[in-house]
């Protein structure tokens, strides 16, 4: 299974950025894709974005809106997501999430990380 530790989340005001950081470790060739999903208090898992180890297909929730860009590094076997433009409401916990194919659905990762608080203060 693979191992993920997200990192990067803090508070910051609206209209700041950040960038959260996966690191993973154990991935095999059956692991192809990568996503981020976040949730809110007494909220399920919202997908916000997943892109596949090459690269070269990605998907983003369509709350995004241009403002978030997923990207992997093959050689570092690390996923990044960098958050511009921030709101309140996307104040949550950030998971990265691995498995085998590029999807949406939270239940179809079957590894991820411990997750990482972001806060977005008005």
């Known amino acids: 299974q693979v191992q993920l530790v997200e990192s990067g989340g803090g508070l910051v005001q609206a209209g700041g950025s950040l960038r959260l950081s996966c690191a993973t470790s154990?991935?095999?060739?059956?692991?192809?894709?990568t996503a981020w999903f976040r949730q809110a208090p007494g909220k399920q898992h919202e997908f916000v974005a997943a892109?596949?180890?090459?690269?070269?297909?990605?998907y983003y929730g369509d709350f995004v809106k241009g403002r978030f860009t997923i990207s992997a590094d093959n050689a570092k076997n690390t996923v990044w997501l960098r958050m511009n433009s921030l709101k309140p409401e996307d104040t949550a916990v950030y998971y990265c999430?691995?498995?085998?194919?590029?999807?949406?659905?939270?239940?179809?990762?079957?590894?991820w990380g411990q997750g990482t608080q972001v806060t977005v203060s008005s």
């Open positions: 154990g991935r095999t060739s059956s692991d192809h894709a």
């Open positions: 999430a691995a498995g085998p194919y590029l999807s949406t659905v939270a239940s179809e990762y079957d590894s």
């Open positions: 892109i596949s180890w090459s690269g070269d297909k990605g």
